[in-house]
């Protein structure tokens, strides 16, 4: 089957889509495994252009259609233009989807939704639609017909990660990608043990309850192999970036990796580390594999926000522990945060200005923030006090929270937003000073091959 694969993504990180993602990864290759002839295009918003030009050369029969949360309204539009355009099966997956199936379900002409994990659902699904006779109903896809809604009971999860294919990295340009910046991106397991009140993971791990364990890790071995065989494709690869945030946190899955990498791989290491678990024992460990960049989610510089809305259980005094450790390892830092969380005030936004100044990452990341649907404080309390903002996700691209509080309007989080994006130096949008104050930095850093 020619199937067209929309990613509808935001562009982050002035990044183009479309834009590595391992699970998506994943389920492709599963899929050309099995014969279907692929074509992926990214749309951060809807691009009539692009979707024509897909259409003629990739002559679909099936259109499956990844959807972010805060690109819904892409995804609609670009759904309905290829509603009035051609007659095409619309298959809905994905974060989106996931959390909301009834809502991806009501889309333009999407008539199933492959919820979870895509590798036992979708690939499943699009078998039995090869077979006009066998039934279509597959655990973990909804679907919408004259009949009204099937809902079938999600599968068990996969258990042995390793038993899963290399995910596809070429359609996604992977070539280019390493060309421009050399960071190898991979991801170690699946599942979270941790329960941040922003994100889809609670929700995602309840949906599977009774379905298996939740947080499943990849053997360091399978991992170094992957690792490897980008490498060998690609000379451009200068230094790898794990994805999950839950890596470092299992100590006896992380001895065997680290050692592992360092015998098999040694580039220098990117890496989530949450700052409740930066010991100086893991800290040495992962300097034995050659890290060399931590990605740190402080989230806000207010406790309160932390852990009262988001149950972070994060103190102020560990993010600046962690901070102090990781420079005297050094350890490149990266404080990733959002403002216009629930309860966000001009006094909270000092505070984490405050914060930010006293931890001197070497980058920062923030971000307004964006209930993302399913989730614990999208539900309570941004629902429950009627601040979800009417406009949706365009105020996220917009550089305004999803939600609007009356006593923190979004132009003040937006300001200050942007304040810190021209006080520290941030992989978004810097101001063109600072890039030609880092210009030095840079060429150095290419001349040392980093
Ligand atoms: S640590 Fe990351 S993945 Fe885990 S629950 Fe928190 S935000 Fe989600």
Known sequence: ?????????????????????????????????????????????????????????CLPQLVFADISPVCVGAARRALEFLGTREFLPIVAGGAFPTVAPAEALSLPGV?????????????????????????????????RDEQGLTRPQLPG????????PFAERDLFGYAEWLAR???LEI??????????GYCSNDAERMMYEGRGVWVRRRSPGNVLDEITVVRRRHATVRSVRILDHAFALDDSWLVGFCEAYARRCGLPLRCHLRANAVTSTRLTLLRSANLADADVEIISGSDFIRNEIFAMDLSNAQIVAAFGELHRAGVRT???LYLGSPYESEA???????????????????????????????????????????????EYHADRPGIEMPACR???????????????????????????????QHLLKLMRGR
């Not at 479309?18 to 899929?31: K, Y």
């Not at 999860?157 to 899963?164: A, N, P």
């Not at 991801?187 to 941040?196: E, K």
């Not at 006293?358 to 006090?385: K, M, W």
């Open 1 to 57: 089957m020619r199937i067209l694969i929309l990613q509808v993504a935001p562009q982050t990180r002035g990044r183009p889509i479309p834009r590595f993602d391992p699970r998506l990864g994943t389920l492709l290759t599963l899929l050309a495994e099995r014969g279907h002839e692929l074509h992926l295009i990214g749309l951060s918003r809807f691009d009539e252009g692009r979707v024509k030009a897909a259409l003629t050369r």
């Open 111 to 143: 008539a199933a939704v492959a919820i979870g994990e895509p590798d036992a659902t979708l690939v499943t699904y699009l078998e039995r639609l090869k077979d006009p006779v066998a039934p279509t109903a597959v655990r973990g896809v909804w679907l």
């Open 157 to 164: 999860l996969v258990e042995d990660l390793d038993s899963l």
């Open 181 to 183: 910046c050399g960071e």
């Open 187 to 196: 991801a170690v397991g699946r599942g979270c043990p941790q329960h941040c």
């Open 334 to 336: 990266r404080a990733v």
């Open 348 to 394: 909270s936004m000092e505070d984490t200005l405050h914060l930010l100044r006293a931890l001197r990452p070497a980058r920062v990341d923030v971000r307004p923030y964006f209930p993302f649907p399913g989730t614990r404080a999208a539900a309570e309390p941004c629902g429950s006090n009627g601040w979800l903002s009417p406009r949706g996700e365009e």
């Open 410 to 440: 979004p132009p003040l989080v937006t300001a200050c937003i942007r304040r810190i994006r021209a006080e520290f130096a941030t992989t978004v949008s810097s101001p063109w000073w600072r890039r030609l104050r880092q210009a030095p």
